[in-house]
């Protein structure tokens, strides 16, 4: 097909259900017919001296004979032959398009081959203030709640930091709601510790509609998380920030925390070196925290540790009976940790250690010592609930009525929390989930509407009678 065809005229063109079938044929014989007439090589055929004719120029089946008198070599006329036969083709095409109303005209007519293999076009990745929408100022919160907005901060100049300068807090409800900003007091102390200890980093803030929406992106590293996700992640919220964590600092990097734990005293931004591409306390297992670390952006780390949610999400026997701790947990990152470092099979001590430790990608990864020096909790203080009453629990379970949260570990282990979800392989919800899409789409593919019906079938009719006044050296209806 020629370059004339794909114009940007045909490019915008959608199916045949929206555009007459004569504009359609206009815009592919005025495009393509110069061009076929210059780059075709038209037929040399014969014909009888002095016996002009109008119609098409019928070929012989033999040579002919130069010294013959009453035949003589002329070549086709390319303003009748061609445009006819173009006709033709281009009514079959517009036909076929028609049955197919959601392919465009491009898709049939202009099929550009790519020697090079599929162009991959880079992805947009939002803003993190797009994805937590900083914008929003406005927030109204039921008492005892307040509101957390985003703390965006300028980039410094010149700055070399691997790590970006930004804190991730999340918190979901398992529904988007106007009011999903709006947290207990007792979290917001957290938010201003790291506010405080931190004061050139931005913090941003995850609700539901943020968490879902980094989903919603189509990650190109991990194609079938989402799809895994939705047949196997069932046990509440916990396990989709899990997921979330990997990915919100695979996908932009920076710091993430739990809603329960903030820097001490001596963990500030001089903590953070330049150099550093990731950063973590130590466990009480001596492991990389999972509840507070940071890292840049597209580290082995992260990337590690996300096939491995996946490999585990989908060896699940049961999905209604899940360990949080070894599938999408700690142990996790401890596995994409000591992925990303050359070791001998057990001695992985000499990784966990304090300090600085190189990847085998040649990264710089820092693990500092936890506890009371690092790290600032109120989880375990005794205070009122309700806030005007005498009776004391701690704050954390003050946090989790004020949120009406439950905590993983209660919809684990109880029966009823697990209500509505199958007791079924991972594997399993993921073919019946597939079967069903399949289904689903073979049902709308299968439902063509009136327009589109009519206008394949005036378009074969048109073809048809196109050819039959090519064959009887007629001129091309008019549509």
Known sequence: MSDHVESASIRKRQSPCNISVSKQLHVLLNGGREQLRTDLV????????????????????????????????????????????????????????AMRPR?????????????????????????????????NRNVECPEPLVPLYDKIVDPLPDDKQQIPRSIHLAWIRGYHSPQSRCISRDMMEIALKWMEQFPSYSLYFHDDEAVDMLFDQKSQEFPHLVK?????????????????????????????????????????????????????LSDSFNGPSQWLHGIEPNHSISYFTMLEILKNLQELKDVSEVKLIYVTGPHVLFAGYCSSFNFLKGETD??????????????????????????WENKYDRVPFPRNST????????????????????????????????????????????????SQSSN????????????????????????????????????
């Not at 099929?111 to 939002?126: D, L, Q």
């Not at 903030?262 to 591409?277: H, I, M, R, Y």
Request: aromatic content about 8%.
């Open 391 to 438: 009776r004391m629990i701690a704050r954390k379970d003050r946090i989790y009525r004020e949120m009406n949260y439950k905590h993983w570990r209660v919809i684990a282990t109880q029966s009823k929390e697990r209500k509505g979800i199958p007791r079924l392989r991972c594997l399993d919800i993921l073919y019946m989930n597939d079967v069903n899409q399949m």
């Open 42 to 97: 038209v037929p040399i055929v014969d014909q009888p001296a002095g016996h002009p004719r109008r119609g098409p120029v019928r070929l012989r089946g033999r040579r002919p004979d130069p010294t013959e008198p009453h035949v003589r070599r002329v070549p086709a006329d390319p303003n009748r032959v061609i445009p006819k036969v173009y006709y033709a083709l281009a009514l079959l095409a517009i036909g076929t398009v």
């Open 228 to 280: 895994i996700m939705n047949a196997c992640a069932q046990l509440g919220g916990a396990m989709k920030i899990d997921i979330w964590r990997v990915l919100i600092l695979y996908t932009y990097g920076g710091f993430y925390s739990d809603f329960d734990v903030a820097p001490g005293p001596q963990l500030n931004e001089s903590s953070v070196q330049a150099t550093d591409s990731a950063f973590f």
């Open 103 to 135: 392919l465009s005209l491009q898709e049939v007519v202009v099929k550009v081959p790519s020697y090079g293999g599929e162009t991959n076009h880079p992805r947009r990745v939002i803003s993190v203030s797009e994805l937590t929408r900083s914008h």
């Open 444 to 479: 709308e593919i299968s439902l063509v509407d009136n327009e589109a019906a009519a206008a394949a079938t005036r378009a074969y009719g048109l073809a048809v009678t196109a050819i039959k006044h090519l064959a009887t050296a007629g001129t091309p209806p008019q549509l």
């Open 350 to 375: 000499s990784i966990l250690t304090y300090g600085l430790h190189q990847t085998k990608y040649g990264k710089l990864v820092r693990k500092l010592v936890g506890g009371n020096s690092n790290t």
